[in-house]
């Protein structure tokens, strides 16, 4: 089916099966995102929010919660896409077959974005405090668009297929922003609206900007879509939806046609105000930081107009569906790009940026019977040095020629895997004072920290331990080989040195050969429940270079390394951003809709 809106798509989710109805009021401060997020945990459908508090419009949420319903709804176009992408990515492949290859050909063709003079989105206008100020967080600055889709052209070049379409949060409301006439746009780096601002500051000239909130489905998912050089992201659009991305050039903006909502405005050179804090994926909050000002101009809506919206958090979330999706669609493009990778799973469960996990493989010198990484290095470069992969903390890598039926999704298969094989005197290698995550606050500062690339090859060298070691106190088995061990709170990294001093000395003469990571951490048992967790503390709460020791630790030609067991300090630091948490009164008014006559009684 085609949708022209998202009330195009809720009506079809709804013939379908897919979405349930709350008519009950709903406060769009905290409780809108608490039944999200219920909803969501109990693996329910799309829901539509008829009646929410102060407010005349109606929303939407969990459109993509799970990858079924993503798919029911790109049902007629997707296996056509994904042949347009892999086409893209190999285009020796249309000439090798041509006939099969040609409806992929043509949808492109007839993709491709079309202006016109009127559209739905011109039905009427309407002001900021009107729309659905939906806060997700109780810590959160103020009300937030969480699936926006934010469009600029390149001030150098407006031709529309040089224009960036992504998706980068939006602040409506709160901090120091002045009502309907101001609203926070968060975008971090590597973001294509960052080098078309660059390029307005320098001619010094406002950048404008339109965000698009609504229309089809496939105009959210192009928004984050990760594309091959070439493609659009209005031509995806296109493809994705079964029609033309049809736009609309109004007093100098660009909106689009069939989105349920527009909001238009210019960015001035230097002008920023503090944006945040907003509950985000990592599961923590990112905090107030000065992002650029939106200098609001006009707002429109379409009738009937519904706002899209999710929640985001601690993973899994919706987004996580996202990243389901996108795989599913353009899974081969990775491997294809960088020679000699096999695959690549950036890890959701650990905030997605902090954690990467790669096969590649081992070629360099096949007549050498003492393996090393070689060319693993070489993929590991390349990885770091891809897009927003270069964000990741820690990369993980083994040689496919080790075990054929190796997977990054089975983590923790890949774990044993790496940590039979580690050699911890050899196989780190640092990256210091580069390049994170923005959302990351486990470095030095915004943007800063620190890189470790772990690469394991060759034989299994070791058993690793099932039991915690007995000189152990106060630790849990993790994984095979991984244990965590009870510490006391961080203080400074002073004192942190000192206390992995003084257990260094009482664990330097024991063989612990079948123990290969030690967690220091601030709830053992918390981080010993479940794979989930274990990943989360251990990679959200650490930055390489100030958070890993080892026992027997030396430097060789600035090359560190140990010969014991690795040490990984995953406790909260003082200056780690909060963690997100529920507010119980909220949650009380959610369980009310899931009693018998509620709207979501036998959905949570």
Not at 432 to 461: E, F, M, P, R, W
Request: hydrophobic share 40%; glycine share 8%; charged share 20%.
């Amino acid at each position: 089916m085609i949708y022209k809106s998202t009330k195009d798509c809720v009506e079809d989710l709804e013939r379908n099966g897919h979405l349930v109805r709350i008519k009950e009021e709903v406060d769009p401060n905290l409780e809108m995102a608490a039944i999200h997020l219920r909803v969501f945990e109990n693996n329910g459908p799309a829901i539509l929010f008829e009646n929410i508090k102060g407010c005349e419009f109606q929303a939407v949420s969990n459109l993509f919660g799970t990858l079924e319903r993503s798919k029911f709804i790109f049902r007629h176009t997707f296996e056509k896409v994904q042949q347009l992408v892999e086409l893209k990515n190999d285009p020796i492949k249309a000439i090798k077959s041509p006939i099969k290859n040609l409806s992929a050909g043509l949808l492109a063709l007839k993709s491709l974005p079309k202006k016109v003079s009127s559209g739905a989105i011109l039905f009427n206008e309407t002001t900021i405090d009107k729309l659905p100020l939906i806060k997700c967080w109780e810590k959160d600055g103020g009300a937030f668009i969480t699936l926006p889709q934010v469009f600029s052209l390149d001030p150098t070049n407006t031709s529309i297929y040089s224009s960036n379409l992504g998706m980068y949060r939006v602040q409506l409301s709160g901090n120091d922003y002045e009502t309907n006439k101001e609203i926070g746009l968060h975008y971090q780096i590597h973001r294509g609206i960052g080098i078309h601002q660059n390029k307005a500051n320098q001619l010094g000239k406002p950048l404008k900007v339109s965000i698009f909130i609504g229309g089809s489905p496939a105009h959210t998912l192009a928004a984050v879509m990760p594309l091959p050089e070439g493609l659009s992201e209005l031509t995806f659009a296109g493809a994705l939806a079964g029609r033309r991305f049809r736009y609309i050039e109004k007093e100098g903006y660009i909106l689009s046609a069939d989105a349920d909502f527009v909001i238009t405005g210019e960015i001035y050179p230097n002008d920023t105000k503090p944006e945040g804090p907003f509950g985000d994926h990592l599961g923590y909050y990112s905090l107030t930081h000065e992002f650029p000002v939106l200098k609001v101009h006009k707002v429109y809506h379409r009738k009937d107009a519904i706002w899209p919206f999710t929640v985001v958090g601690r993973p899994p979330q919706e987004d996580t569906q996202f990243g389901a999706l996108i795989h599913e669609i353009s899974g081969s493009a990775l491997p294809q790009e960088i020679p000699g990778l096999h695959e690549v799973n950036a890890v959701d469960a650990a905030g997605v940026h902090p954690l990467l996990l790669a096969i590649g493989s081992e070629r360099y010198t096949p007549y050498q019977t003492l393996k090393q990484p070689q060319e693993l290095l070489t993929i590991a470069n390349h990885i770091l040095g891809f897009g927003q992969l270069s964000l990741a903390k820690y990369l993980l890598i083994a040689d496919k020629q080790d075990n054929l039926i190796l997977s990054t999704k089975n983590i923790e298969s890949f774990f044993t895997h790496i940590l039979e094989r580690i050699d911890w005197s050899r196989d780190l290698h640092f990256y210091t004072n580069t390049t994170i995550d923005t959302l990351d606050y486990s470095g030095t500062g915004i943007n800063q920290g620190s890189k470790v690339v772990i690469a394991a090859v060759g034989d299994k060298k070791r058993t690793l331990c099932t039991a915690v070691p007995t000189e152990l106190e106060n630790a849990k088995m993790v994984l095979p080989g991984v244990v965590a061990l009870n510490f006391p709170s961080f203080t400074t990294y002073q004192n942190a040195a000192q206390e992995v001093e003084t257990l260094n000395s009482q664990l330097s003469t024991l063989n612990l050969d079948g123990l290969q990571l030690i967690l220091l951490v601030d709830d053992a048992n918390f981080v010993s429940e479940n794979l989930n967790n274990f990943l989360w503390v251990t990679f959200t709460r650490s930055n390489p270079a100030n958070d890993i020791y080892g026992v027997n630790s030396f430097t060789q030609h600035k090359h560190w390394g140990c010969k014991g067991p690795l040490i990984k300090d995953a406790r909260i630091k003082p200056h780690h951003a909060p963690p997100l948490v529920k507010n119980p009164e909220i949650e009380k008014r959610a369980d009310k809709l899931g009693e018998k006559g509620g709207s979501l009684y036998g959905v949570i």
